[in-house]
């Protein structure tokens, strides 16, 4: 369990959550700081390989749809295309490999009939 504290700078206002981890690791293999950096580094990843390429690259956060069904889906098809890119991207980073293909939709469309 890791119990964390926000405040937020608006209000002041200072609220304490409690959240849950499983692991197959006995508990006392790690000490409470490497169990704190194990969870960190975990989500780091998962944020920065995940959430940060569907929203920098493809404007995830813009959308301003509520349906949950619709936003399920597109997530869906955003992560299917992010998976279909990174088997051909070679030595280019997403946001250079972005750029190359917006400028040439036909490449983009080639690469999904492919698949």
């Not at 197959?24 to 969870?39: R, V």
């Not at 040439?104 to 999904?112: E, F, N, R, S």
Request: with cysteine; proline share 4%.
């Amino acid at each position: 369990m890791v119990r964390s504290h926000r405040t937020k700078k608006k209000s002041g206002l200072t609220t304490t959550e409690s959240r849950y981890y499983l692991s197959s690791a006995p508990p006392n293999q790690y000490s409470p700081q490497e169990w704190l950096n194990w969870i960190r580094g975990h989500w780091g990843g998962i944020e920065i390989r995940n959430h940060w390429r569907r929203d920098v690259l493809m404007g995830e956060d813009g959308s301003r749809s509520c349906q949950a069904n619709l936003l399920a889906n597109l997530a869906l098809i955003r992560n299917a295309l992010l998976s279909l890119l990174s088997e051909r991207l070679g030595e280019q980073s997403l946001p250079q490999f972005r750029e190359r293909f917006c400028s040439t939709p036909k490449q983009c469309l080639a690469i999904l009939a492919v698949a």
